[in-house]
């Protein structure tokens, strides 16, 4: 397997242990926290070389602790646990400049230079944190550094004005910045979503009959072939069932189109809400529909599609002018009637035709006799 390959199992175990709103801040959180560990596995090299004593046992510890941190949250990142992640790695930012400021003795003894990390902590807690949560940690450090400016002799007698108004500034145009993006990031995720939830439509509209919401004739034959090849492979059997609505054409001519749609409407719900979910149920065209039914014999094939001529049969009647709907049924089967869907479908609907022919409101197997007739219309 190469690298690329790699990544790409990663990235898509990475993306499935997170929800799917906060996927891309999770991937840019990882990227943000390894760039971090990075930079303090610098830091350590640089103090390293230029501090001594007991100084630099205090930034070793102290950069040490940051690394276990950030480590820890890029851990939970990794197991899906981005908020806890996230709160984590802002904690380390705040920390991290301010346990130098109030514990290292030079920062009260003149040394300033801590203190302007602390803009840059603001800056990246304005990528991780919402705005409300950055502007309050920004107020309470601000307050931080003036309060310990003053209260110390020696920083006092400093330009701290200066120093003041050059962290606000960096500050507050990294929270700008930072908030700007954020917004772009979520307008782009939204957008997304949307094109994703467009995609959806698209492909249900591409496979389902607008009309009825059963699934399409394009869509029948793939399913159909899929299931004949599955049914071979496993050497089980596999039924299909004919069925068209009894006299369509009067009910059209006699109440009109409109109504005539609610009738295939109404059969096509009946029949959607009454198959197995392994089944599927098809419009084949006009009135007749096609119901594809995996690991199921001829005779309950002709069994099922019995109950539910008697189940549409007894169907309440509406206040809409439509009284008695009933379908008349074929069925065929796997292997006796072929290993085709041109076989199946040919056989189903010649067995159809016999139970129109028959009287209707019937169920014709192609190895059977016609039912007794239930009702005539």
Known sequence: MTIHDRLSVFRRSFQAKHLQREVRSAVNLLVFQLIYLVLIAATIVLSASVERGDRLLFYMLLLGGLAFVIASALAFNLRGRFQLSIWLTALCMVLGPWLSILLDPKVLAGDFVPLIYVAMSIQLCSILLRERLTIIIAAIQLTGVVVLILTSPVLSRINWPSLVTFILFTAVIGMLYGFSNNRQM????????????????????????????????????????????RAIRKQQPLSVIMADIDGFKNINDSIGHVLGDKVLVRAAAYLMNSIRASDVACRFGGDEFCLILPDCTLEEGIMRADALRSGIEQLPTEDDGIKLITLSFGVAAMPEDGITREALLGAADSALYSAKRAGRNRVTGTKSQPQAETKRI
């Open 186 to 229: 979520a307008e782009i995720e939204k957008q997304r979503n949307q094109l994703i939830l467009d995609e959806a439509k698209l492909r249900a509209l591409s496979v389902r009959d607008p009309l009825t919401g059963l699934f399409n004739r394009r869509y029948m034959e793939e399913t159909f072939d899929r299931e004949i090849q």
